[in-house]
């Protein structure tokens, strides 16, 4: 017994010590204040000056820029991942063949360290793996890993060290509507996404054969919700009416119901944002109901070549809104592919270009910034004025939201096509899409 | 207690008094985040290994139990009520949940008790995605005085606790009953040990620290999905971390985790695109040449030790030490 009440009191010691302690301990690192910028840059330089300064460099130059990235190469987002991998290297690789990026303090170009960890697709290795950057390598910027689960485990990070943040592969708002002052995302977000579906259908389709009645199919997830949500409150402005909103749960098996409720509706589009099973699933069961909208908007599940080899012309019709694609006519894209097939033996997927584009941001931040202060390179992020990148010109909003092209691209005959900008489209958008029965 | 108990609980002490220096002599931000990965994964494998290894029910459900805690602790607190009482209940919720899944659970035995919890589980992460999609972010404000001291201590202390009390367990009354139902529970019943009682003693227990562990990483976490720390993969790190190190011990579970966070770390941060590979030969062969897991090193290099030694045979036969599932080096009840 008088064992028990030892071990009784030692447990309760303990438990008080420990939960003292971690309400009164104090901060090991005070985080410095961020200063503001100086000077705030007014345009983007493109190239290193030719003149040398008449000022000797105070210090000496470091070896390499050092920038950091934890992605999902192993795991359910690694696929994701080495999209975003392949972008991320290509674009170090061009920069570093050019010398680096000039540094004004230094007055040299350096070349930019890429050292990217594996966070195994795990929100917790994921912050590990930014903690180790931050400390070890100590990196002037952070670049993202892929899908917004991540991104939201991350993003504190980078905002809690003060590392400046370019991330892709996620379209969802909300994280820019916490107050992050580090983070940046040249990558459409759910507003964009939401006015343009209406504005490129109006732009695309002559007024009487607009599929003005929608319906929506949300999927429960806070992209879902916040999409759904967008689509439903842009509509009536520009002419079409919900006549359809169901919601379901992730990896749900059965859409039938939803389907016929859509049919009976009259609905005559579907916009939704499946992850690939549940769309794959979706447009099956359609084809089986027999219902065809006549405008499909499929965000996230047809994104890569699956989708045609598990759907055939089943998949076709269906649109995107995939951020970038390797037949738009950006300059720079066709070197791209040329560098991207030599390495991987493929055309560059989705995400290849935004990615490359952040390690543009980041390049141009710190050449403007003209040091590798943090927290200046951050404040030269948020004046970003980039006039041509791999995915077009890029600027910020106040909420670290980039101002960059949204392109749509469509199944046509089991390949990916180009359909919106005009200036860039590869096909017409194919319009209104065959039914299921014919095809 | 006896003179061996002493030791173990002054050695515990002493080893987490050193680990409490060391937010002070380094700055190192990310030393001090993989410790705290290290503390939340001892409390999971522990707790598990109080179902698992000392009771013998193989729950595959435990990242139910880290969910709950997970998910109450961080809604308490920041919704602004004290960390304490958020932690508490963070770590009750569990408790009331497994006794409330433990009756009906108990009457499925072997493998679908194990299919029964892994079920429950994934019931209860589809239930959580569902009515919480959205993230969890601290607010900006908090994120500028976000410092990992307090959650160092904050987990270390919890571990320090699951720890004790696993030890405490083993050494119990109580422990030694669980033990009992797990090697022969008709013939522990036919003694009078009710293993209802023990099973159900023991699944709290395991949701109390896996609950608690929860609310560590709650409070820890600058931002996450509510619905993440349900993933199954709680379950099946903590269960590989406790078959690594060894079931049933009180030391094995600590040493798993350790080996488990800290092997995968280094690996991930120095083979990029083959560490899994690696992991994966490094697992296979533990569980090839160490069945009783990492425990036994120390038993064999004992036994290795007595048979070099001069001593006679009889005498290294005494010295032999048992090697597998065990939670006592000899029985003691109190």
């Known amino acids: 017994m008088k064992a028990h009440i030892k071990f009784s009191a030692i447990a309760a010691v303990v438990l008080v010590l420990s939960l003292l302690l971690a309400n009164c301990a104090p901060a090991t690192e005070a985080p410095a204040p961020t200063q503001p910028p100086t000077q705030a840059p007014t345009q983007a330089p493109t190239q290193a000056p030719t003149q040398a300064p008449t000022q000797a460099p105070a210090k000496p130059a470091p070896e390499a820029i050092e920038i950091g990235a934890s992605i999902p190469l192993t795991g359910k987002y690694g696929s994701l991942g080495v999209q975003v991998k392949a972008g991320y290297e290509l674009a170090v690789q061009t920069i570093n063949a050019a010398g680096g990026v000039y540094v004004k303090e230094f007055d040299k170009k350096i070349p930019i360290r890429l050292t990217i960890y594996d966070d195994e697709s795990d929100p917790t290795k994921a912050v590990s793996k930014l903690e180790s950057l931050n400390t070890e390598q100590k990196v002037v910027a ?3 890993g892929a899908a917004s689960d991540m991104h939201a485990a991350t993003v504190p990070i980078a905002e809690k060290n003060k590392v400046p943040y370019c991330g892709v592969s996620f379209a969802l708002w909300k994280i820019h509507q916490q107050g992050y002052k580090y983070l940046f995302s040249p990558f459409p977000k759910s507003p964009t996404q939401a006015e343009d579906t209406f504005k490129i259908l109006n732009a695309s389709i002559p007024e009487g054969q607009r599929p003005t009645k929608v319906a929506i199919f949300q999927e429960t997830t806070d992209w879902g919700i916040e999409l759904g949500g967008l689509w439903k409150e842009n509509a009536a402005k520009y002419g079409y009416e919900i006549v359809d909103y169901e919601t379901y749960a992730p990896r749900s098996e059965n859409f039938s119901d939803m389907i016929l409720r859509a049919k009976a509706a009259g609905a005559e589009a579907l916009l939704a944002v499946p992850n690939q099973p549940d769309g794959i699933a979706m447009v099956k069961q359609m084809s089986e109901i027999g219902w065809t909208p006549k405008f499909m908007l499929l965000i996230r599940a047809p994104e890569n070549p699956a989708w045609s080899e598990a759907l055939g012309p089943l998949g076709d019709f269906v649109t995107i809104f995939p951020g970038w694609h390797y037949k738009m006519k950006w300059p720079g894209v066709e070197e791209l592919v040329k560098k991207h097939q030599e390495a991987y033996g493929r055309p560059p997927d989705v995400l290849v270009g935004p990615a490359y584009a952040c390690v543009e941001v980041v390049a141009d931040a710190i050449q403007r910034a003209g040091t590798l202060d943090r927290d200046a390179i951050r404040d030269a992020m948020a004046a970003t004025d980039l006039p041509m990148s791999m995915i077009g010109p890029i600027k910020f909003r106040e909420d670290g939201t980039g101002i960059v ?9 089991g390949q990916i096509e180009v359909v919106w900008p005009p200036e860039h489209k590869s096909a017409d958008l194919a319009y209104p899409a065959t039914p299921f029965d014919q095809r | 207690m006896s003179r061996r108990d002493i030791a173990f609980i002054i050695s515990t002490l002493i080893a987490a008094a050193a680990l409490a220096v060391v937010p002070t002599i380094t700055t ?29 029910q193989v729950n595959l459900g435990h990242a139910a139990f880290f969910g709950l805690g997970s998910l109450v602790s961080r809604i308490l607190w920041t919704k602004g009520w004290p960390l304490s009482i958020s932690l508490i209940l963070g770590a009750l919720v569990p408790v009331a949940f497994a006794l409330l899944i433990g009756a009906p659970s108990f009457k499925l035995r072997g493998v679908y008790f194990a299919i029964g919890t892994l079920a429950m589980a994934q019931i209860l992460f589809i239930t959580t995605r569902n009515l919480f999609p959205m993230i969890s972010s601290l607010p900006t404000e908090a ?24 030890f405490w367990l083993s050494r119990s009354r109580w422990g030694l009953g669980m033990v009992a139902v797990r090697e022969e529970t008709s013939a522990a019943e036919s003694l009078g040990v009710s293993a209802l009682q023990h099973k159900l003693l023991a699944l709290c227990l395991s949701a109390l620290f896996a609950g608690l562990a929860g609310g560590v990483f709650a409070y820890y976490s600058a931002g996450y999905y509510l619905f993440f720390p349900f993933f199954p993969t709680w379950t099946f790190d903590a269960v590989m971390a406790t078959y690594i190190g060894g079931t049933g011990t009180v030391i094995g579970p600590i040493i798993g985790a350790v080996f488990y966070v800290l092997v995968k770390e280094i690996l991930a941060l120095r083979f990029v695109e083959l560490h899994p590979f690696i992991f994966g030969t490094l697992f296979i062969l533990v569980v090839l040449f160490l069945p009783g897991g990492m425990i036994q090193i120390w038993s064999r290099l004992r036994r290795l030790l007595v048979r070099k030694s001069t001593l006679a045979p009889s005498a290294a036969k005494e010295e032999q030490v048992p090697e597998t599932n065990m939670v006592h080096d000899r029985p003691a009840v109190e």
């Not at chain 1, 092209?405 to 005959?413: A, D, H, I, Y």
Request: no cysteine; charged share 5%; net charge positive.
């Open chain 1, 405 to 413: 092209l949204n392109p749509m691209v469509q199944w046509q005959k």
């Open chain 1, 142 to 144: 952070y670049l993202g």
């Open chain 2, 28 to 56: 190192k931000e990310s030393v001090i985040n993989l410790l705290v990965l290290v503390y939340i994964y001892v409390m999971m494998a522990s707790s598990w290994n109080i179902i698992g290894g000392i009771a013998g």
């Open chain 2, 143 to 166: 994120l500028s005085t976000y410092s990992l001291a307090p959650r160092y201590y904050m987990a270390l202390g919890m571990t320090l606790l699951t720890v004790l009390v696993v």
